[in-house]
């Protein structure tokens, strides 16, 4: 069955493909990232996305994503054929143009960085509609069939339906998960402040997606709460607190290090023992060559 409008404000345009099953009732729980094995040129999804529209080619996914356009393919209450059964089922696929061999150093050029910025505004976008946590998923989680983001490679290694390793080993994964929680946190302002500027009354709807919005903001930032037994579940940390906690304790370690120590009071730190300790030799060498020069009369 075809489409007539994108469901996604972020894709410029559509090209339907038939490559697809429909499934009126499917709630997606993946957002799934490929590449295409193709060159990073701005026409690339315009053509990979006219290949999908072949019935000979037997494939297809939701998004064509390169440096210039997001086209869509695949109505998203159709599943795509993408990643085999389990993949094609539970996720919404999107194709990157780039290849799974691409090193960290060539995902970094211009034309990478404005694949990935695309992709993770569109990614976001999926992840708000549907209510997927902006979230890479351990094997195990994928496994047990838990909402977030997975690639094709992962797929592949869980559920052994396929050997595709795309996006590949050198593919900014942690650059392009703080692009996606970045994009849900602008939705959220840009939510607000548009309903300021028009002086309208706030829609439920508009009040719900700030609020989904705003509660993914404040499980990234929670500093997480410990389980009780009887009482409450463990919440663990968002993952931006978990990196600020890590930059703090090692800014700590640095300050612990260089600490000169003061009697009754503080340790003193190793760097600054080392230091200390680097002073006292030079102090002794001057020492040294200063009686030699002495002795010999210099």
């Known amino acids: 069955m075809s489409f007539t409008e994108a469901d996604s404000s972020v894709a410029n345009s559509i090209y339907p493909t038939q490559n697809c099953t429909w499934s009126p009732g499917l709630n997606p729980i993946w957002v799934v990232l490929h590449t295409m094995e193709t060159p990073e040129g701005d026409q690339i999804a315009e053509n990979i996305s006219s290949w999908f529209a072949n019935p000979v080619a037997g494939t297809s996914a939701h998004y064509c994503v390169d440096p210039d356009s997001v086209v869509q393919c695949v109505d998203e209450r159709a599943c795509a054929w993408a990643a085999m059964q389990v993949g094609n089922a539970y996720g919404i696929h999107i194709e990157m143009a780039g290849r799974a061999a691409q090193t960290a150093a060539e995902w970094a050029d211009s034309q990478s960085q404005a694949i990935l910025a695309r992709t993770a505004a569109l990614t976001a976008d999926i992840c708000r509609r549907h209510n997927i946590p902006a979230r890479y998923l351990t094997d195990q989680q994928l496994a047990d ?75 990234l930032l929670s500093p997480g709460v410990p389980g009780q ?70």
């Open 145 to 219: 069939g838990e909402k977030g983001i997975t690639t094709h490679a992962q797929i592949s290694r869980v559920f052994k339906q396929s050997d595709h390793t795309d996006p590949g080993e050198g593919f900014p994964s942690q650059q392009f998960l703080g692009l996606v929680q970045r994009a849900l946190g602008a939705a959220a302002v840009q939510s607000v402040a548009q309903v300021v500027s028009e002086g309208e009354e706030m829609s439920k709807e508009i009040l719900e997606a700030i609020n989904l919005n705003l509660t993914r903001i404040v499980n």
């Open 229 to 298: 037994a009887g009482v409450r579940h463990a919440t663990p940390a968002g993952a931006v607190f978990q990196r600020l906690d890590n930059i703090s304790a090692q800014v700590q370690e640095l300050k612990d290090a260089a600490t000169p120590g003061r009697a009754g009071v503080k340790t003193q730190g190793s760097l600054d023992a080392r230091l200390s300790s680097i002073e006292e030799n030079q102090t002794t060498l001057i020492n040294i060559l200063t009686t030699i020069a002495e002795k010999k009369g210099l």
